[in-house]
């Protein structure tokens, strides 16, 4: 390196000191409270997951209801279904009144966060009893995208399958 290279080096180190200084003297002490409330915040989105299988498993229209947004996707076993509304109207709505027994067995829920959407996954194995005696085993899972706003976690988009146990 020639004395003018150095020279122009040297300065350039000087002019951008300061900036490399400050990314490096940067106060990190929040770091730990932006992460428990990034943590706070995937708690309650896995809450309106289990709450959503709770409700189903107490058959509760209006709890159910409440949980999606008005402009939400359903989507099961390979069939777009509408917004909640619709799917709760002209599917799962009527499959309630004929439920005596919902129930959940080794039920995960997985989300993972990006800004103020979450990505649920989750895997369950459900049972249903019909009033007319027959019994539905399924393994299922089920995938969803929630949306944070005016601090209330919503689904948007919910996609479920199921298909009959298989014997490992």
């Given at each position: 390196m020639n004395l003018k290279s150095l020279a122009t080096a040297s300065s350039?180190?000087?002019?951008?000191?300061?900036?490399?200084?400050?990314?490096?003297?940067?106060?990190?002490?929040?770091?730990?409270?932006?992460?428990?409330?990034q943590?706070?915040?995937?708690?309650?989105?896995?809450?309106?997951?289990?709450?959503?299988?709770e409700a189903l498993v107490a058959r509760d229209e209006a709890a159910m209801r409440a949980l999606f947004?008005?402009?939400?996707?359903?989507?099961e076993n390979g069939k777009a279904e509408g917004s909640f509304a619709q799917y709760?109207?002209?599917?799962?709505?009527?499959?309630?009144?004929?439920?005596?027994?919902?129930t959940f067995s080794n039920p995960t829920v997985n989300v993972r966060m990006a800004g103020h959407v979450a990505f649920?996954?989750?895997?369950?194995?459900?049972?249903?009893?019909?009033?007319d005696g027959r019994v539905i085993e399924r393994d299922g899972v089920a995938t969803s995208v929630l949306t944070h706003k005016d601090g209330v976690w919503k689904i948007v988009q919910y996609h479920s399958s199921s298909r009959a146990p298989r014997p490992n």
């Open positions: 350039l180190a000087v002019f951008w000191m300061p900036a490399a200084a400050y990314a490096q003297h940067a106060d990190h002490s929040a770091h730990g409270t932006q992460t428990t409330a943590d706070a915040l995937t708690q309650e989105a896995t809450a309106v997951l289990v709450a959503y299988r947004r008005a402009d939400s996707l359903v989507f709760m109207e002209h599917h799962l709505g009527p499959e309630l009144g004929e439920i005596t027994e919902f649920g996954y989750e895997t369950y194995r459900y049972r249903i009893a019909l009033t």
